[in-house]
């Protein structure tokens, strides 16, 4: 498990290259690196330049740090993320969150790309978060409580805050942008779902399913940090259409919404208030 020792040498670091104090961070997902483009002022840092940092290996995930100004806010920006599937541990996946908190950050916007269970949903939509169900049992949070960010045994049931959705729905309602609203199927991956296991997601009230986002919500929750989910429903999961599914496919589709994925979070971005 990683220490708050390295958490700190990792904060430490970060620190020492940047002149802003960030306000909210988010977690870019596969294909969806397009965000960090639009940072001003930029400043870039290659995970792998960061002490006790994991380092991304999936096409898709840049690697790297960007810390900057969109929409007048000061943002930290993962240009890709940490995967369970990859070969890290829950706490790895987290550690970036943790690190965030320690500089001081207490908003987190975390997208993903995301297979659609929801017969309504189409392939190019984004789906507000509104709640998850994960489905194997270690936490980013198991082994001994870290006391400095939070409790023990931490509630879950605003963990993608109430407050910051109904201001995206807003948004999106006033751009003219569809954006629906589900849960999100944790499954470990790096093999996509059965049919069988869709329909089980589907069952049990799951909207559409991913390999990431979790871990690092719920450690953010449990730091206290306010969180606000998005997902790219890149492709209909298993067994909706008679098809194979390929990784192409989610890059494909987060290609054809980056204007529409762009226009809404910097909206958002730009209408989120410190400390919300």
Aim: charged share 20%; net charge negative; proline share 4%.
């Amino acid at each position: 498990m990683k220490s708050i020792e390295k958490m700190e040498q990792s904060a430490a670091f970060i620190r020492s290259k940047i002149e802003m104090q960030p306000e909210i961070a988010a977690v870019l997902g596969s294909g969806l690196g397009v965000l960090a483009d639009e940072v001003e002022e930029a400043v870039e840092i290659n995970y792998a330049d960061i002490p006790h940092f994991p380092v991304s290996t999936v096409e898709g995930h840049a690697g790297k740090l960007v810390i900057g100004k969109l929409e007048g806010k000061a943002v930290m920006v993962m240009k890709g993320r940490f995967h369970y599937y990859e070969g890290y541990g829950m706490d790895e996946v987290a550690f970036p969150i943790r690190v965030m908190k320690l500089l001081g950050i207490n908003n987190l916007l975390v997208t993903n790309a995301a297979g659609g269970i929801n017969k309504k949903f189409e392939p190019g939509d984004l789906m507000l978060i509104k709640d998850h169900i994960k489905f194997f049992s270690e936490s980013p949070l198991r082994g001994k409580n870290i006391e400095a960010f939070g409790p023990r045994f931490n509630d879950m049931s605003d963990c993608y805050t109430a407050a910051l959705r109904e201001t995206a729905k807003e948004i999106a309602y006033g751009l003219g942008l569809v954006l629906q609203e589900g849960v999100y199927g944790f499954m470990p991956g790096p093999s996509y779902e059965t049919p069988a296991e869709i329909k089980m997601l589907n069952v049990l009230g799951a909207d559409a399913v991913g390999m990431s986002t979790v871990p690092e919500v719920i450690v953010a929750t449990h730091a206290g940090m306010k969180v606000l989910g998005i997902s790219c429903i890149s492709n209909m999961a298993a067994g909706i259409l008679d098809q194979p599914l390929h990784h192409e496919e989610v890059m494909e589709t987060a290609e054809s919404v980056k204007e529409k994925f762009l226009t809404l979070v910097r909206a958002i971005i730009g209408k989120w208030t410190a400390g919300a």
